[in-house]
């Protein structure tokens, strides 16, 4: 019988905190939400290098998201995990920063809108 591995080696979720009031750009909410959650990055970073290490060579940012929310929902109650889909962009653009070997693994267009 094949084992089945549900969890992400490493990948810690945390309560998720939202800003108080709202932003006026997309910039800014991001980073009012990101300065709450840093542990966000963090996981996303866990997750692309799992998926990486599997032997992927490209990754969605949505993906990861929807593997987040997942994760997330299944580690708590009660609690919604609200992750705007605005700041995709915005954290595939600080997974490269931090992983410039990630570059080419990840899909990068210009940014719409502040």
Same mark, same amino acid.
């Given at each position: 019988m094949a084992v089945v591995q549900d969890e992400i080696p490493g990948l810690v979720i945390h309560a998720v *905190?939202?800003?108080? +009031?709202?932003?006026?750009?997309?910039?800014?909410?991001?980073? =009012?939400?990101h300065q709450l959650n840093p542990w966000v990055l963090r996981a996303l970073e866990k997750l692309t290098a799992d998926y990486l290490k599997r032997g992927a060579? *490209?990754?969605?940012? +949505?993906?990861?998201?929807?593997?987040?929310?997942?994760?997330? =929902?299944?580690?708590?109650?009660?609690?919604?995990f609200r992750l705007n889909n605005n700041y995709r962009s915005r954290y595939v653009r600080l997974l490269i920063e931090r992983h410039p070997e990630w570059q080419t693994a990840f899909e990068v267009r210009a940014l719409r809108t502040d």
């Open positions: *905190r939202q800003p108080d +009031g709202k932003a006026a750009t997309i910039q800014a909410q991001f980073e =009012a939400f060579r *490209r990754v969605g940012i +949505g993906m990861l998201f929807e593997v987040l929310r997942w994760r997330y =929902a299944i580690a708590t109650e009660g609690d919604d």
